[in-house]
């Protein structure tokens, strides 16, 4: 690739959000992207949401609490992030000092984008003796202007570390907060944002499945809309939900969150049936397609040319590393 043609697909990452380059077809992308990895001191960080090509190539999959802590404590000289732009950028937040790439900057999260931080800001105001505790799964904006951060598998450890009569936000997702409200007790206020794909699920749809599989269990992420977290055998995060098909002794899941999971669930119990809810059909409604804007192509141009990067002033790094830290101190004392 020569030089003007480097620098015309350069430009065009902020067109298209990554490097479109031809390659070529006889290219072995899982061997590449481990040399890549060896003379570059990169780690790989890829969500359970993945393609399956992906998971495989990673140095480590997990959910977002995780990511965050490998994240936190990783030696490499660059992190390469196959998620969505929030998890990149809070890799950065933790590591100003190393390079963070993603394979498509357009990779973004339908319930990130429904809590803009002007919006978001004036909310607060409207409630100032509130904290406020802010799902991970939201921009840098958001987090700066959050108290702490939480995740699905930490959020009722971090809401229960504050006092029961202090006033609670909880932004961005709304079913997350009222399912935490629900099993702490809790009033919190809060945001109405969602994610577009743990609301597609259909009360109805899984209805039927479970009468055609009758011995299956139900679990859900708790993103789910309240319906569904009130049929469900089982709530859980996503590294929660995989443990539990480990250790249960069902041999059959109707599995209520994103489908990149399934690969998982079934590389460590393959004698077991999983059964993405709703069923598959042709629209693929249980699949993020902010995820799925990631490949194994994009994944290996962006650790040849260290392209697309993540970048943040600095004075709203720092401010958005504060709820972070207090997230991350609170889940190492309570073992997580």
Not at 19 to 28: G, K, S, Y
Not at 92 to 101: F, G, H, T
Not at 105 to 124: R, T, V
Not at 306 to 316: K, Q
Request: hydrophobic content about 40%.
């Amino acid at each position: 690739m020569n030089t003007a043609t480097f620098h015309t697909a350069k430009a065009e990452i902020y067109k298209n959000g990554f490097l479109d380059i031809d390659l070529d077809p006889q290219l072995d992308l899982f061997a590449e992207i481990e040399r890549l990895k060896k003379e570059k001191n990169a780690i790989l960080l890829a969500h359970y949401y993945q393609e399956p090509d992906i998971q495989d190539v990673a140095d480590y999959i997990g959910d977002s609490l995780g990511l965050a802590q490998q994240a936190e404590k990783t030696t490499a000289d660059m992190i390469v992030f196959a998620g969505v732009h929030f998890m990149a950028e809070t890799a950065k937040i933790l590591n100003p000092a190393k390079k963070v790439v993603i394979p498509d900057l357009k990779a973004g999260c339908s319930l990130s984008d429904s809590c803009p931080p002007p919006l978001f800001k004036k909310f607060k105001e409207q409630h100032p003796d509130h904290v406020v505790v802010s799902y991970i799964n939201c921009s840098a904006g958001i987090k700066a202007l959050s108290d702490v951060i939480c995740t699905s598998s930490n959020a009722k450890i971090i809401v229960e570390s504050f006092p029961k009569e202090q006033p609670i936000i909880f932004a961005p997702d709304k079913n997350l907060g009222a399912y935490i409200n629900k099993v702490t007790g809790r009033n919190m206020l809060l945001w109405n944002g969602a994610c577009m794909v743990h609301e597609i699920f259909s009360l109805e749809r899984i209805t039927k499945l479970k009468v055609r599989h009758p011995n299956a269990k139900l679990i859900a992420h708790p993103e789910c809309e309240d319906p569904i977290l009130r049929m469900a055998d089982f709530i859980g995060s996503t590294t929660g939900l995989l443990k539990f098909t480990q250790s249960d002794t069902t041999q059959e899941y109707i599995v209520a969150t994103e489908t990149g999971i399934l690969h998982q669930m079934m590389k460590y119990s393959p004698d077991k049936t999983f059964i993405p809810a709703p069923p598959d059909n042709s629209c693929a409604c249980n699949d993020c397609p902010h995820m799925k804007r990631n490949t194994l192509e994009k994944l290996y141009l962006c650790m040849e040319y260290e392209l697309p990067e993540i970048t943040m002033d600095e004075e709203l790094r720092l401010a958005a590393k504060k709820p972070m830290d207090r997230m991350l101190e609170i889940s190492k004392r309570a073992g997580l």
